[in-house]
């Protein structure tokens, strides 16, 4: 094969069975069903509830999934990398962690911390090391236990996130089939972090009797500013991307956004003139699940989708980091 661009030849999701409500949420805090439909767009989430179980749990059931469902061995998997936010654990990184529930062994393996950027920060990378012709079968998969880093207790951050995992194959094609990753415009800056974060339990504060009092386990959010920096920051990205690449608002079948805020979707759409019919969005039925959201959306939307679609992704997280990724579609969905 002569140069090759990555191209996304499989997509699974999976979310845990127990449904978390905003009529359950009235009941541990002080919120109603209509601010949170209103403000966010959100009526539900999913948790997982099992006991003993991880991100890489989540993880690992949505790279099954995919293994079994594109008919490949995961001893053919040469590179796995797995954005999360929710570690299991500060290490050993949960790709590795994933690769071994699923029987993936001497693979290249490594973990991505962007917050909701993830997916398409470690979409990316990857897709890098497949053009440069190292691997040929690689999953990336976005996997986050966001419950275990909530604090039920805080109305303003509870009522947003979820759990969730999903998972894409990316293989190598040729250029010439004009399909895969075609561009992507990705940035941060780091002065976004006094805004989202969650500070216990890393280097900067270890886990002591006072993180924990000060509850620095948590994710703390300051949502205005977030707010308005996920619209900006998305919108030019998306702009910037489809600008060098003489895309139109017409030219683009689907806008794949991170499911942060319905909002936010829906103002980064009107200020892009993409009809909200071409925007995937499903952040009622799992609230912001992190770095899943993204391939969440694609493995929901997957019949609908055919060679040759043009799909503009989009996140904005933590950091702050955030971008644009625009994919050509690589096969007819239900296939
Ligand atoms: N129920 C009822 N009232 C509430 C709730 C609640 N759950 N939460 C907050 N309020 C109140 C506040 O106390 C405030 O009351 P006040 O005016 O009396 O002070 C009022 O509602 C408005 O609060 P805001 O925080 O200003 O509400 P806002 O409209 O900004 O919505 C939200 C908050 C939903 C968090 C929004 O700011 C947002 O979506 N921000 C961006 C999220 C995002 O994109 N994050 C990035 C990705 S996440 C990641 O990377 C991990």
Not at 177 to 191: C, F, I, K, L, Q
Not at 298 to 305: I, K, V
Request: hydrophobic share 40%; charged share 25%.
């Amino acid at each position: 094969m002569g140069k090759v661009r990555a191209a996304i030849t499989g997509v699974h999701g999976w979310v845990p069975e127990d449904v978390l409500t905003n009529a359950d949420l009235e009941k541990m805090v002080d919120t109603n069903d209509e601010w949170i439909r209103t403000r966010t767009g959100i009526q539900e989430r999913r948790i997982l509830k099992e006991p003993g179980t991880a991100s890489s749990d989540l993880g690992a059931r949505a790279v099954r999934g995919l293994l079994e469902k594109t008919g490949t061995s995961p001893d053919e998997v040469d590179f796995i990398i797995c954005a999360t936010a929710t570690p299991d654990m500060m290490f050993p990184d949960t790709a590795n962690i994933i690769a071994d529930k699923v029987g993936i062994k001497n693979a290249f393996a490594f973990e991505v911390n962007a917050a909701c950027s993830g997916f398409l920060t470690a979409l990316l990378t990857a897709a890098k090391y497949v053009e440069a012709g190292m691997y040929k079968k690689v999953v990336v998969v976005g996997a986050d236990k966001m419950s275990s880093i909530v604090d039920y207790t805080d109305r303003s951050t509870c009522i947003l996130f979820g759990d969730a995992s999903a998972a894409v194959l990316l293989e190598p094609v040729p250029v010439e089939e004009n399909t895969g990753v075609m561009d992507a415009v990705m940035r941060s800056d780091g002065s976004g972090r006094e805004y989202l974060y969650l500070k216990g339990g890393g280097s900067l504060h270890p886990a002591s009797h006072e993180t924990v009092d000060n509850k620095w386990h948590y994710i703390y959010q300051d949502g205005r500013p977030v707010f308005k920096a996920a619209v900006q920051g998305m919108a030019e990205a998306v702009q910037e991307v489809m600008a060098r690449n003489g895309l139109k608002p017409s030219d683009i079948d689907w806008v794949v956004p991170h499911q942060a805020n319905r909002r936010i979707i829906e103002a980064v759409a009107n200020m892009m003139d993409f009809p909200l019919e071409r925007v995937m969005i499903n952040i009622h039925k799992y609230g912001n699940t992190t770095t899943a959201t993204i391939p969440l959306c694609l493995w929901e939307w997957e019949s609908q989708l055919r060679k040759g679609d043009n799909l503009i992704l989009t996140a904005f997280g933590g950091g702050f980091t955030w971008g644009a990724v625009w994919v050509k579609w690589a096969y007819d969905g239900g296939k």
